[in-house]
């Protein structure tokens, strides 16, 4: 089995940053394509970012883009979501999430992965 395990969450005033890590276990990573989401009470999940098994390519959600960053160490078996400039908007459950990639540059902006992490609180005061 897969399990992700996602770290780096908590509480923090409007314009600061935060750096979640995902760690995968059990499987090899650098096969892997990732992706982060986040679920803000009341709302639907929502992508939020997602790199190619090498990092060389990335996305992201309009809305997060120019302050999320997300990038990945495969030596480390581990995804970051870089978050800077926060707002109150962005408080959420962020999930970490994991699939197989069919080809080598493979994003995906689905919610549709195979491998999915517990889910990390990150709030954001005004």
């Known amino acids: 089995q897969v399990q992700l395990v996602e770290s780096g969450g908590g509480l923090v005033q409007t314009g600061d940053s935060l750096t979640l890590a995902c760690t995968l276990n059990?499987?090899?990573?650098?096969?892997?394509?990732m992706g982060w989401f986040r679920q803000a009470p009341g709302k639907e999940r929502e992508f939020v970012a997602t790199?190619?098994?090498?990092?060389?390519?990335?996305g992201y959600v309009d809305s997060v883009k120019g302050r999320f960053t997300i990038s990945r160490d495969n030596g480390k078996n581990t995804v970051y979501l870089q978050m800077n400039g926060l707002k109150p908007e962005d408080t959420a459950v962020y999930y970490c999430?994991?699939?197989?990639?069919?080809?080598?540059?493979?994003?995906?902006?689905?919610?549709?992965?195979?491998?999915w992490g517990q889910g990390i609180q990150v709030t954001v005061s005004s």
């Open positions: 999430a994991a699939d197989r990639a069919t080809w080598g540059d493979q994003l995906m902006m689905s919610d549709e992965y195979r491998y």
């Open positions: 059990g499987r090899t990573f650098s096969n892997y394509v």
């Open positions: 790199i190619t098994r090498a990092g060389t390519s990335t």
